[in-house]
């Protein structure tokens, strides 16, 4: 038996970076796993992945900004597993920018994505879980959800808004049996942060810089951000909701 054997998790960007690291962690520990992404190609390696371990995935392509994409998921996953043990809430893009150069559409767009997602998929998971009386959410915040990061207007915004959704959820769902937490990763490696620095005049440079501002002197691997993750999903976290973690290298420490 292993920490999730019998259990069904969704994992929402899954066709990535930090989704794909817990969706594999997942399965790695017996789970059922529930892919979602708007990258189709994305979720297909994850879920040739997972099988290739011996691992159960479902794939489901969608945008969490869409709630009739997320409705066909979740019938999706309830008709072929017929439960919802794990939510993990993390599906994201980025924008650097500053407030006065970001457009009204590209504010949207990260907020809808970002906070509007979480609410979409939270929505849909949540009548599930509280029939079964039991429930699991982790949200995907972010270090800038809690401090400022030069020029990230609508990325902070939208990620300070993961944080209180998350406190939010955990009061409403507590008497539930659901807990819901929340994680803030400090850098870590994967392509929504590889595209970053490729805006830079000299990326190697610009890593070295962001690097050194970490405690630990370096950035996060996916799967170090993922394990986190899994804590919290797990019952070794029974008695843990509302928390926000900070997954970064001591970043916040500061
Ligand atoms: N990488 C970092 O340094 C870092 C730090 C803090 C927080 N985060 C957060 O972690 C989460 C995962 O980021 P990552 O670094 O793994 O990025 P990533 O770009 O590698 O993966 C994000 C995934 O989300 C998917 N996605 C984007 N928009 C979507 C939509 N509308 N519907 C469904 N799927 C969608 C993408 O296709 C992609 O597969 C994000 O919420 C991000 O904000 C990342």
Redesign the pocket.
């Known amino acids: 038996m292993r920490r999730f054997s019998g259990q069904v998790a969704l994992v929402?960007?899954?066709?990535?970076?930090?989704?794909r690291a817990a969706a594999l962690l997942f399965a790695a520990e017996e789970a059922s796993v529930g892919l979602?992404?708007?990258?189709p190609a994305?979720i297909r390696v994850t879920l040739e992945l997972i099988n290739s371990q011996g691992g159960r995935a479902a794939f489901l392509p969608?945008?969490?900004?869409s709630q009739a994409d997320i409705s066909r998921a979740i019938e999706k996953i309830t008709g072929e597993y017929g439960r919802i043990d794990v939510l993990f809430n993390?599906?994201?893009?980025?924008l650097s920018r500053p407030l006065h150069q970001t457009t009204e559409r590209e504010w949207d767009r990260v907020l809808a994505?970002?906070l509007k997602?979480m609410f979409l998929v939270a929505k849909a998971v949540l009548p599930t879980m509280m029939a079964q009386n039991r429930g699991a959410i982790v949200n995907?915040?972010?270090?800038?959800g809690v401090l400022g990061w030069p020029a990230y207007a609508a990325?902070s915004t939208s990620?300070g808004g993961v944080i209180q959704l998350t406190r939010q959820m955990a009061v409403d769902y507590g008497p539930y049996n659901i807990r819901v937490n929340c994680i803030?990763?400090?850098?870590?490696l994967?392509?929504?942060?590889e595209r970053l620095f490729e805006l830079e005049e000299d990326p190697a440079s610009a890593k070295n810089i962001i690097a050194a501002r970490h405690p630990l002197g370096r950035f996060a691997q996916?799967e170090e951000i993922a394990q986190a993750v899994l804590f919290l999903a797990s019952e070794e976290a029974s008695f843990i909701t509302g928390a926000i973690l900070p997954v970064d290298g001591g970043y916040t420490a500061k």
Do not use: F, H, Q, R
Request: overall charge negative.
């Open positions: 929402t960007g899954a066709g990535s970076g930090i989704g979602i992404d708007i990258d994305g969608g945008d969490v900004t993390n599906a994201g893009i980025e994505v970002n997602g995907t915040s972010s270090i800038s990325y990620k803030c990763p400090g850098t870590t994967t392509p929504l942060i996916p």
